[in-house]
Structure formats: structure tokens, C-alpha cells
């Protein structure tokens, strides 16, 4: 079965998260604290085997993806690096290294998930409406060639974890610098743990 979303994306994401047992997404932007966020949508991303992949460029905020790592979601930031030109000369401020992504996997401990794929950031514009927007959610049945698709990721990422007793400092501090300095040392001294998730 097959879902078009052109309108009340931030309802249906809600809905579809309702039951879910664990979500696995990468999404481009995220702006959206969980207190913004259905209950039911961040228990799902509490899973030991739920991930959110966010890439750290504006508008992203490392505020917000700092509260979603204390409210238990497993958050990690897409941080590989292409390497030679990947735009033409006069493409100025464009990172060469950006993750556009927008999917969410929801299971539900069933043979059923959903996949939703479309155009969607984590932001308030995107899933409440002042921008318009478009997503596809398709039914697939677990382990099936379009479910294992989905869930391969050769993606490189690192997990976020602020502690919660230097989180003010870590968020005005290390991770805004790096946020604003992709390609400095100081983002790789940064005390995070490398995640591979190729298969």
C-alpha cells in the first residue's frame, strides 16, 4: 500500500508513530525539541536499536538534538566527508559533505512497516505546514527487498551524547563551535564515540 502527504504531515507522522516499536530515520534538518514531539514518537526513538541521523549543518540545532539525547532518543550526527569537488566553482558555501536525506523506518514488532520518504525536515516549516512539502509512506512486509533497502545505511555518523551535567556548556561551547567550523580539528577532538553503520 502506498500513502501521498501533502498536508498534515506533523498529524500523520504522529499517527504512524502511534504503536511503533522502534524508528530508525535520517533526516537533513532537525530543529524540533522533544517537548514538540508526540510521546509515542520519542519512545519509539528510545529503542537500543532506534537511531536519528541528523547532519549538522544550519538550520539544524544542536540545542534541540541535546534535549532529544536527554529525553533518551538515540541521536547521531552524519559527519562524512567527500572528498574532491562536488559542486560547480560557484557554488560558495555549500557543504561537500551535506546529508539531504528525509526517511523514517517505523516497525511495529510485525511482518508490516512503513517507510516514509519525502521531502520533510525536522523542523516546524516543514511538518507544520508554511512550507509545502511531500512525502510517500509505503507498507512493505518486514525483511522484504524495499524494507532491507531502506535499512542499509553506508553512512558514517557519530553518537551524540552531551552529558546532562555539562549540557549548557556543551551546547554554547564544543558543539556550536564545531557546528559553526565543519572542517576544523576541534570537531574531531570532540568526546564522541565513531559509529560505522555500513552493514
Not at 120 to 144: D, K, P
Request: proline letters at 4%; one cysteine or more.
Amino acid at each position: 500500500m502506498i500513502e501521498f502527504i501533502a498536508s498534515n504531515a506533523y498529524r500523520r507522522l504522529n499517527e504512524l508513530s502511534v504503536g511503533s516499536v522502534k524508528i530508525n530515520a535520517a533526516v537533513c534538518y532537525w530543529t524540533m525539541p522533544p517537548g514538540e514531539l508526540a510521546p509515542a514518537f520519542i519512545a519509539a526513538l528510545r529503542h537500543k536499536d532506534s537511531s536519528l541521523v541528523v547532519d549538522m549543518h544550519s538550520p539544524t540545532s544542536i540545542d534541540s538534538l541535546a534535549k532529544l539525547n536527554l529525553a533518551g532518543v538515540h541521536v547521531f550526527l552524519y559527519l562524512f566527508q567527500i572528498v574532491g569537488k562536488t559542486e560547480v566553482a560557484d557554488s560558495k558555501g555549500i557543504p561537500d559533505h551535506l546529508m539531504h536525506a528525509k526517511i523514517f523506518v517505523f516497525d511495529y514488532g510485525t511482518p508490516e512497516i512503513k517507510i516514509w520518504v519525502g521531502s520533510h525536515n525536522g523542523t516546524r516549516r516543514a511538518l507544520l505546514g508554511l512550507n509545502f512539502e511531500f512525502a510517500t509512506v509505503i507498507s512493505c512486509e518486514r525483511n522484504s527487498d524495499l524494507h532491507l533497502k531502506a535499512c542499509a545505511s553506508s553512512m558514517k555518523s557519530e553518537i551524540f551524547l552531551p552529558s546532562s551535567s555539562n549540557l549548557k556548556s556543551i551546547c554554547t561551547g564544543r558543539y556550536k563551535a564545531a557546528f559553526r567550523s565543519m572542517h576544523s580539528l576541534s570537531f574531531r577532538s570532540l568526546a564522541l564515540r565513531v559509529l560505522q553503520t555500513a552493514p
